[in-house]
């Protein structure tokens, strides 16, 4: 996701040291923290951050349903576990990883 959607939650100076012709100097260094935009703010973007924040939950769930559905359809398809559970873990990840409706 490109960086002017991610959501900046800190912003700190923190110290850093290069050597300069043998002599340790320090410097101080502005550093920003971002986090991923929840739906409620996703909502307010333009139809590019809405594309990119979309874009990330499809990666996410893909990511999501590999892990947690994969075994689970196999076992439903063998009767080794009840009927219905791979459909609810789906959805489970659908309103995990919701999606703006464009």
């Known amino acids: 996701m490109d960086?002017?959607?991610m959501i900046e939650v800190e912003?700190?100076?923190a110290k850093e040291y290069e050597e300069f012709e043998g002599k340790r100097?320090?410097?101080e260094v502005e550093t920003h923290h971002y986090r991923p935009p929840t739906i409620e703010e996703a909502k307010k973007?333009?139809?590019e951050g809405v594309a990119q924040f979309n874009a990330m939950q499809d990666k996410l769930r893909e990511s999501s349903y590999k892990k947690e559905t994969d075994g689970l359809f196999f076992k439903?398809?063998?009767g080794e576990?009840?009927?219905g559970t791979y459909a609810k873990k789906v959805e489970e990840i659908k309103k995990r990883f919701p999606k703006?409706?464009?």
């Open 25 to 27: 100097i320090k410097k």
């Open 3 to 5: 960086r002017k959607y």
């Open 11 to 13: 912003c700190e100076n």
């Open 81 to 83: 576990i009840k009927k």
């Open 45 to 47: 973007f333009d139809k």
């Open 76 to 78: 439903e398809q063998r």
């Open 100 to 102: 703006i409706e464009v």
